[in-house]
Nanobody, 122 residues
Framework: QVALVESGGGLVQPGGSLRLSCAASGSTFSINTINTMGWYRQAPGKERELVALITSGGSTNYATSAKGRFTISRDNAKSTVYLQMNSLKPEETAVYYC?????????????WGQGTQVTVSS
């Protein structure tokens, strides 16, 4: 089991930028078995959706809406994942959740952060 703590959310004007951070903590074994980390978001009245993922090897996967504007990165030594968001739009107002997936003996274990609010508004 790992604990995920997000930071960096807040209020930003349309067209502005925010950088989200998410630090994972837990036993050394748990941390060392984290493969994929990333971000999902959930707007009011909508389902949670993928924003971006990154593997421990650096491979990335972005939602179509995020490509070209968002950049996901990861510091494995710090067990931290980042999401740089540029040119934000009002419709991207949502709670952003950090996600981590561990793989142990072929079984996947998912962990979620508590979420951080991002509000894009003038």
């Amino acid at each position: 089991q790992v604990a995920l703590v997000e930071s960096g959310g807040g209020l930003v004007q349309p067209g502005g930028s925010l950088r989200l951070s998410c630090a994972a903590s837990g036993s050394t074994f748990s941390i060392n078995t984290i493969n994929t980390m990333g971000w999902y978001r959930q707007a009011p009245g909508k389902e949670r959706e993928l924003v971006a993922l990154i593997t421990s090897g650096g491979s990335t996967n972005y939602a179509t809406s995020a490509k070209g504007r968002f950049t996901i990165s990861r510091d494995n030594a710090k067990s931290t994942v980042y999401l740089q968001m540029n040119s934000l739009k009002p419709e991207e107002t949502a709670v952003y959740y950090c996600y981590a997936e561990r793989v142990v003996s072929g079984t996947r274990y998912a962990s979620w952060g508590q979420g951080t609010q991002v509000t894009v508004s003038s």
